[in-house]
């Protein structure tokens, strides 16, 4: 039976993390962002995020964020959630699944301790912004 159940490869969809202004904290602040690069709609995009790793050698983690699209259009993306300074030196990871037509896609996205910062930044496909891609 396993061998019925086909999981297709994700592609050309991203979580990344962008700085923008932040109007309440008057600087620059890091979102996450959920980022379809591909000429198809996400339909019923769920994202649960969490953190987690060491600071100052203790275990930290976070509470589990879920969030919800209905839909997300080719060549756009969404902010999914506020990336606070602290969580920054913590592994983020994000869990995602949504469909393409009848098929679901599923895939775990990590930004790993540290590795969000404005050294880190690339050209980021089909919004024309910088940012880090998580891995």
Not at 7 to 32: G, L, M, R, T
Not at 66 to 85: C, G, I, M, S, Y
């Amino acid at each position: 039976m396993k061998a019925d159940i086909v999981i297709p490869k994700v592609e050309n969809v991203h979580i990344v993390a962008i700085q923008d202004f932040s109007d309440d904290f008057q600087e620059n602040c890091w979102y996450a962002y959920l980022l379809n690069a591909t000429n198809e709609t996400l339909e019923m995009a769920m994202i649960i995020s969490k953190a987690y790793g060491l600071i100052d050698g203790e275990n930290r983690n976070t509470m589990q964020l879920r969030h919800a699209f209905a839909t997300l259009a080719p060549q756009t993306a969404v902010k999914v959630e506020f990336l606070e300074n602290n969580l920054l030196q913590l592994n983020n990871e994000f869990s995602l699944s949504y469909f393409i037509g009848n098929k679901m896609y599923d895939k775990k996205f990590i930004f790993k301790a540290n590795s969000i910062n404005v050294d880190a930044q690339t050209d980021l496909p089909a919004i024309n912004k910088i940012g880090v891609m998580a891995v």
